[in-house]
């Protein structure tokens, strides 16, 4: 690739009609402009950029958090900083003002916060390759649909298709939309021309995703969760253990519909399509532990989330437990939680965002008859989670429990059902005991699961989903 000199500008006004502080407001928890303006920072084609703006509010920030970069900011005059002023217009002045002497030039938006940095780079790397074919280069997406319009007489007219045969939509011809998302010219075409678009252009076809313009307070909502989506969780990573579980599983199925790359870890083998990587594996067999662990650190530089769902239960009067299930519980349903830190601190610490959640149990805050070595080892969990958050803080990661009540699944159901010599209603009677009449279901612990991940202040936390049960006092009843 040869070497060109390519300067970036991004127009930024500060009024914005139809979206009040737009190109500040907050988006994803930065404002909106420091999306494409570190994702321009990321390109290796891009030698400056400059910011043409009117607005103290992002002048300051850029001041502030962008210093050492080689950003410019140009103070926009007021007398063209109104809506109505043609963005070609800015181009040429700001071009002019600053003196600014590039191959090329490259222009982009701030309302286009799901252009990626490859995209900008093979837009680049095509227009240089074929600078002798063409002028300038802009970005189009591909729309197949069918366009009608009112013609002089009133009458509507099909624009791209015979109204007589009714073509699939995919085997119309297509239309192509510029989308306002790149523009690449040299100097002598926009000053030639007075527009970016000289008079051979490249039409650079851009997937929707990435063509998404926020124009409207809908447009922002929807580019918001699309890029939360199919941007940052894209790039996110959770280890699930206990995956093959009915709350494993619905906690694998929550986090790859939210686009996390999923690492799911069970003993029982797994036929969930939403788990990328499964370790079949027994995470109290050191050597099982040890062949996960050395794997996931070849693999990755990075784990974002660990779900820790695996969890022996026994349910025997303590004078009856023997030494190996007393090991093996505590082994399973704490010791790995520490194992995962200790071993992957280095990977968690990567994270921008990172979370530990333990699935813990109501049975760590009141408990029943039988299950002394299941509701020990989970009180004792909820109480290393504190201590994990308060120790792990320092690298910003943030640790919770969540402690379920009666959650319908089919360890539930056929603990139940033995429990009550094949008596079905006990389900029923299970629900009536809690306040709302109903017990919870796997969605239900999955959704709050992925919701901390979300919430960067919750950590130290055991939240309790039981449906009021444990609130009730029993004597009472």
Not at 79 to 98: H, R
Not at 100 to 125: A, R
Not at 316 to 328: A, L, Q, R, S
Not at 351 to 361: A, D, K, M
């Amino acid at each position: 690739m040869s070497n060109k000199n390519i300067c970036a500008i991004i127009p930024i006004k500060h009024l914005s009609e139809r979206v009040p502080g737009k190109n500040y407001r907050l988006f994803n928890k930065k404002p909106l402009f420091q999306i494409i303006l570190e994702t321009l920072l990321q390109s290796k084609y891009i030698n400056h950029i400059v910011i043409d703006t009117n607005s103290e509010i992002v002048k300051n920030i850029i001041s502030d958090k962008y210093s050492n970069n080689n950003i410019t900011i140009y103070d926009r005059p007021e007398n063209i900083s109104s809506g109505d002023t043609p963005v070609n217009f800015l181009l040429e002045n700001v071009i002019k003002e600053l003196n600014l002497n590039y191959d090329f030039y490259f222009q982009t938006h701030t309302t286009n916060p799901l252009l990626s940095t490859e995209t900008i780079n093979n837009s680049i790397e095509l227009f240089i390759k074929n600078e002798q074919k063409f002028d300038s280069l802009f970005s189009v997406k591909e729309i197949r649909s069918r366009f009608y319009t009112i013609n002089d007489n009133n009458c509507i007219c099909a624009l791209n298709h015979n109204i007589k045969e009714l073509l699939p939509t995919q085997n119309l011809k297509p239309i192509y939309e510029e989308n306002s998302c790149i523009y690449i010219f040299t100097k002598d075409v926009l000053f030639k021309n007075h527009h970016r678009i000289g008079n051979n252009p490249y039409m650079y076809l851009m997937t929707d995703l990435e063509s998404q313009d926020i124009d409207t307070e809908n447009d922002f909502i929807l580019a918001e969760i699309l890029y939360e989506k199919n941007i940052i969780n894209k790039k996110r990573k959770v280890i699930i253990t206990g995956v093959t579980g009915d709350i494993g599983n619905s906690i694998a199925n929550e986090f790859k519909k939210n686009n996390y790359y999923v690492i799911g870890i069970d003993k029982i083998n797994s036929k969930n399509n939403n788990i990328d990587l499964f370790y079949n594996k027994d995470i109290i067999c050191k050597e099982d532990f040890d062949e996960i662990i050395n794997n996931i650190k070849q693999k990755f530089d990075t784990i974002d989330c660990i779900v820790n769902n695996a969890a022996i239960q026994i349910c025997k009067n303590i004078w009856e437990i023997e030494d190996f299930e007393w090991n093996n519980t505590f082994d399973c349903n704490l010791k790995t939680t520490f194992l995962f830190v200790k071993n992957l601190l280095d990977l968690l610490k990567n994270s921008e965002n990172c979370n530990i959640i333990n699935i813990g149990s109501v049975h760590s805050i009141c408990s029943s008859d039988k299950i002394a070595i299941y509701s020990t080892s989970k009180a004792a969990l909820v109480g290393l989670t504190r201590n994990l958050a308060i120790e792990l803080s320092k690298f910003n990661i943030r640790v919770n429990s969540i402690s379920p009540g009666a959650i319908d699944t089919k360890m539930l159901r056929n603990g139940l059902l033995r429990g009550h010599c094949g008596d079905k209603n006990i389900l029923d009677n299970i629900k009536n005991k809690h306040l709302l009449k109903n017990i919870g279901t796997t969605i239900d612990v999955a959704e709050l699961c992925f919701y901390i991940t979300k919430n960067d202040f919750i950590t130290g936390s055991n939240i309790i989903m039981d449906g009021g049960a444990s609130i009730f006092l029993s004597t009472e009843t």
